[in-house]
Each structure stands twice: as C-alpha cells, then as structure tokens.
C-alpha cells in the first residue's frame, strides 16, 4: 500500500500540512504515517516548575488529540508516533521505513520568532529538503489576503499582495521539492498560491 509521512509539532503550519498530508493521502488511496519528533520546545519553558514533566505530558497528548481528530474518520489508515529525538532523522526513518511515495512537512515561515527557531533547532523542512531523495512537500499556513481584497462573487479569486505574492483565502502555499540538485517547484515563486493555482 502507498504510504505518506507528514511531520507533525505544535505549529500551525502544521496542523495545516497534516490537512494537505490527509487529503493527499485521501485521493491516493495511502496510508499516513504521523511523526512527531520530542523536543524541548514541548516542554514549558521553565524547567524549575514543579510540574514541569506533568505539562509536557500534557502538551504532547493535546497534539495527540489534535491529530486523532483530524483523522478520525480517514479510512485508508494511520499511525501516530511521538518519539524523542531529532525531528528530521525521526521522520526520514518514518520514510524508510514505509518506503513512503512522500514526505509532507510545515514550515514556520520568516520573521524574527521563526529565524530563531530556526537559529536553534534548525529547520526540520530543509534538513529534509537535504537528506530525503524522495519528494518533500512543504507547507505554510494560509495568509489572509489584505483587507478589502474579499471576494464576495463566491468563487476564489486570486489577490495580489505586497511583494508581488499572490494569496487566496483559506488556500495554502506549497512547494514541492522534487530532487536533490536544489530546484522547487513553488507556485508562490511564480506569483500563485495554492495546488489548484492556475
């Protein structure tokens, strides 16, 4: 059977790849494989609290139920696993193991909370990007298109935004990296947003 692997964290970006890993795997008729990679980012940040580990447990099992909901009914199958350790080996064993058709990953975006993310545990999407000879899609959360710019005839109408970027409401940039030499196919490079980008 056809399997897919989407990383998955507290971020909202993924919470958005993990709707486009469901809905890929949906029309492929695959199996989804759920990892999360453990990491200090799930626990609070002060480690004196008295109940440190009590609210880590507590925020990896909301993301657990996070994902139960959003595959609750998905028939083709899924697996979820939340496992210590480096995100980007965890997910890129994940597809190894499965010999997944793909990899489906958020990414955090730019701006100055993102950078240092990055700056500290570096990117899980381009460590991917670096190391899977399969294909990695990656996903950002939906922008909202500037004010005003609301289609109100129903049908979704692409918006221009500042720096040329196109967005259109609830639809989300993917790119999608197809080998290893550094080219991407990216619609939000080419001045669209979204898989149904025309």
């Known amino acids: 059977m056809t399997a897919l692997v989407v990383g998955h964290s507290r971020d909202p970006a993924s919470q958005e790849a993990l709707r486009v890993a469901r809905d890929l795997a949906s029309r492929l008729g695959a199996r989804l494989h759920v ?4 990491t200090l980012g799930d626990y609070p940040i002060d480690p004196d609290a008295a109940d440190w580990n009590v609210q880590a447990e507590r925020t990896l099992a909301q993301q657990r139920r ?9 028939r083709p199958g899924w697996t979820y696993r939340a496992i ?3 995100p980007i080996r965890l997910i890129s064993t994940a597809a190894e193991e499965n010999d997944a058709l793909m990899i489906i990953v958020g990414t955090r975006g730019q701006g100055f909370g993102p950078t ?7 990117s899980v999407s381009h460590g991917l990007i670096r190391r899977q000879h399969r294909p990695v899609v990656v996903v950002r959360a939906p922008r909202t298109c500037l004010p005003g710019a609301a289609n109100t005839s129903g049908a979704l109408q692409p918006t ?8 259109r409401d609830g639809t989300p940039t993917i790119a999608i990296v197809t080998d290893l030499s550094g080219r991407v196919d990216n619609d939000a490079e080419q001045g669209m947003s ?4 025309a």
């Open 35 to 38: 990892v999360h990679g453990i």
């Open 66 to 74: 996070q994902v139960q909901t959003a595959l609750a009914t998905f």
């Open 84 to 86: 210590r350790g480096d």
């Open 116 to 122: 240092i993310d990055r700056l500290i545990g570096g």
């Open 160 to 167: 221009r935004l500042r720096h040329g970027r196109i967005c």
């Open 194 to 197: 979204g898989p149904d980008s």
